[in-house]
């Protein structure tokens, strides 16, 4: 079974950093792409950005791009989310998901079949 397990949210104040893992199982890294993706209190879900190989892709909406750095660590089967310099507006459940890796170029929600349960990102001094 494909599974997606996150974890590293927690309580920052502002300008702070967060490290957000996401542990992938029942499928090989090389065959799909990781999309990381949030969801505020009272809004809808939002990409944060995509990565992809295959040929190599990153994607990083406007809003964190210079703050967000995706990685990936094959051989341990995780991807990662870097965050910094955090602000208020960064607070929300973040997502990462998997999508074949011919699909992952889109950054597109909908190409993402297994999801993550969530791990809770809160920004509050």
């Known amino acids: 079974q494909l599974r997606l397990v996150e974890s590293g949210g927690g309580l920052v104040p502002p300008g702070g950093s967060l490290t957000l893992s996401c542990v992938v199982s029942g499928f090989s890294m090389d065959l799909f792409g990781i999309g990381w993706f949030r969801q505020a209190p009272g809004k809808k879900r939002e990409v944060v950005g995509c990565l992809g190989h295959r040929p190599i892709y990153t994607y990083y909406t406007d809003s964190v791009k210079g703050r967000f750095t995706m990685s990936a660590d094959n051989a341990k089967d995780t991807a990662y989310l870097e965050i910094n310099t955090l602000k208020p507006e960064d607070t929300g459940t973040y997502y990462c998901?998997?999508?074949?890796?011919?699909?992952?170029?889109?950054?597109?929600?909908?190409?993402?079949?297994?999801w993550g349960q969530g791990t809770q990102v809160t920004v509050s001094s």
């Open positions: 998901a998997a999508a074949p890796a011919q699909s992952v170029y889109s950054c597109d929600a909908s190409q993402f079949h297994t």
